[in-house]
């Protein structure tokens, strides 16, 4: 569940350079060389100026993020501050059963792009609460970052819903709830 005290909603004002978040840990399964190759198109392609936050527990040698990085974030702490200095999460998993990382996302008001594969879509209502796109189409994951930054009402939209979800579906009271009556009826 989401501690929604923690991860508050809070609205986003457009400011460059646009902050993309990867809120993953850098492992093979959750396809951060993705996000990275997204934000050198959207540099290269845009006449916006792009940065990637990554936590950087665990970071491969060779993960060159100089380039694109601004901050790289203490996973422990500052995951919440980094949702509200965020414009958009990134989630190009290759799999995943419950990204955790999605919801705070939702739950803090940033507009949520993952991957368009089960476990993910199980959390994103798509062009609703989110957005699903695959990762065989980075141009289509610019555009909608491009589209996103420049149309504020519905990027607003999508942030509120997202957070409404959040709050009707995960709590960490209803997800406590949840557990209990699983145990409960289990024993």
Not at 70 to 90: F, G, P, R, V, W
Not at 163 to 172: F, H, L, N, Q
Request: glycine share 2%; aromatic share 12%.
């Amino acid at each position: 569940g989401i501690d929604t005290t923690l991860y508050e909603f809070g609205k986003k004002t457009y400011k460059e350079p646009i902050v993309l978040f990867f809120p993953n840990i850098p492992e093979p399964n959750k396809n951060l060389d993705f996000a990275i190759e997204l934000v050198l198109y959207l540099n290269r392609t845009s006449n916006k100026k792009f940065v990637l936050y990554v936590p950087d527990c665990k970071l491969a040698d060779n993960c060159n993020l100089d380039r694109i990085c601004k901050k790289k974030i203490n996973c422990s702490a500052d995951m919440h501050k980094l949702y509200q200095e965020s414009m958009i999460t990134l989630i190009p998993s290759f799999s995943e059963s419950c990204s955790l990382c999605m919801l705070e996302s939702m739950s803090s008001g940033t507009v949520v792009i993952a991957n368009d594969i089960k476990g993910l879509s199980e959390y994103v209502v798509n062009t609703k609460t989110g957005y699903l796109v695959s990762i065989q189409n980075i141009k289509k994951w610019a555009n909608l970052i491009l589209d996103l930054i420049s149309q504020q009402l519905d990027y607003e939209r999508i942030a509120k819903n997202a957070r409404d979800y959040v709050e009707e579906k995960y709590t960490i009271n209803q997800t406590a709830e949840k557990y209990y009556q699983i145990w409960k009826d289990w024993l």
